[in-house]
C-alpha cells in the first residue's frame, strides 16, 4: 500500500521562486525520502530524512518531517528551468527498513524561464 | 560507478510473447528491486531481492517471474502479458537490504503490450 501521499497539486513558477510541496503518510516510519523524476525516466534520489530528524537541508533543497503530523514538505529554492519535474516523497514504513519504500502520487512541477 | 542499466530501453511484445527484461547495477549492492509505473502514477514495487534472494514479492501475477543469477544482475522475465501490462518498469538498488538507505533507479524499460 502507498504510504506517502502528497498534495496532489501542479505547481507553475518563475524561474528564481521557492517551490513548497508536501507529502503526508499514514504509519510509523523509519525514513521518508524525496526523489525526482524526469519526463518519465528514471527516479533520482534527493534527500532522505530519518524519523528522529526535523530539517535537512541538501543545496537549495530543504526537507522538514513532522512525525506527530506524519508530514512532510519540500523546498526547493531559488527554482531553475532544470527543476522541473515529477517530485515524488517515499516511505519507508517501520519495521520493513528500506526494502518496501511506498511511493506517493506525485508532484508536477514545472519552472518557466 | 554509481549507475544502474536496465536494457533494453524500449519494448514491444504480444501477448504470446515471451521477453525479458534486464537490469545490471556494479556498486556492490545487495538488494536488488523491480517496480512498475503507470503514465502519471507513482513506482509500484513489484520485487525485492536480498542477497540473491527474493524476500518479497507484492502479490505479483506469475507472468512475471524475476530472476537473480548473481549480486549485479536482476531479471524481469515476462511471457504472456496483457495490455494492462504496458508500462514503465524501472530497476534500483540499495547498498544493503536492512539499512536506511536511498535507491538507485535505472532509467526504465518502457513497454508496450499489444
Given amino acids: 500500500s502507498q504510504q506517502g501521499e502528497e498534495d496532489p497539486q501542479a505547481l507553475s513558477i518563475q524561474e528564481g521562486e521557492n517551490a513548497t510541496m508536501n507529502c503526508s503518510y499514514k504509519t ?4 521518508l525520502q524525496w526523489y ?26 530543504r526537507v522538514t518531517l513532522d512525525t506527530s503530523k506524519k ?3 519540500l523546498l526547493i529554492t531559488a527554482s531553475r528551468a532544470a527543476d522541473t519535474a515529477s517530485y515524488f516523497c517515499a ?7 528500506n526494502n518496501r519504500l511506498a511511493f506517493g502520487k506525485g508532484n508536477q512541477v514545472v519552472v518557466i524561464p | 560507478d554509481t549507475e544502474v542499466t536496465q536494457t533494453p530501453k524500449h519494448l514491444v511484445m504480444g501477448m504470446t510473447n515471451k521477453k525479458s527484461l534486464k537490469c545490471e547495477q556494479h556498486m556492490g549492492h545487495r538488494a536488488m528491486y523491480w517496480y512498475k509505473q503507470k503514465a502519471k502514477k507513482p513506482p509500484e514495487l513489484m520485487f525485492v531481492y536480498s542477497y540473491e534472494k527474493l524476500s518479497i514479492n507484492e502479490s505479483v501475477p506469475s507472468r512475471f517471474s524475476p530472476e537473480c543469477p548473481n549480486s549485479s544482475l536482476l531479471n524481469l522475465h515476462l511471457h504472456a502479458l496483457q495490455p494492462e501490462d504496458s508500462a514503465l518498469y524501472l530497476c534500483a538498488s540499495s547498498q544493503d537490504p536492512g539499512r536506511q538507505e536511498t535507491q538507485y ?4 524499460t518502457r513497454l508496450l503490450v499489444l
Avoid at chain 1, 42 to 53: A, P, Q, T, W
Avoid at chain 1, 91 to 97: I, K, N, S, V
Avoid at chain 2, 105 to 108: A, N, Q
Fill in chain 1, 28 to 31: 510509523s516510519i523509519n525514513n
Fill in chain 1, 91 to 97: 516511505t519507508a514504513p517501520f519495521p520493513y527498513g
Fill in chain 1, 71 to 73: 508530514s512532510s514538505s
Fill in chain 1, 36 to 61: 525526482r523524476q524526469n519526463s518519465g525516466r528514471g527516479l533520482v534520489h534527493l534527500i532522505l530524512i530519518r524519523s528522529n530528524e526535523r530539517e535537512k537541508h541538501s543545496g537549495r533543497l
Fill in chain 2, 105 to 108: 533507479f535505472g532509467p526504465g
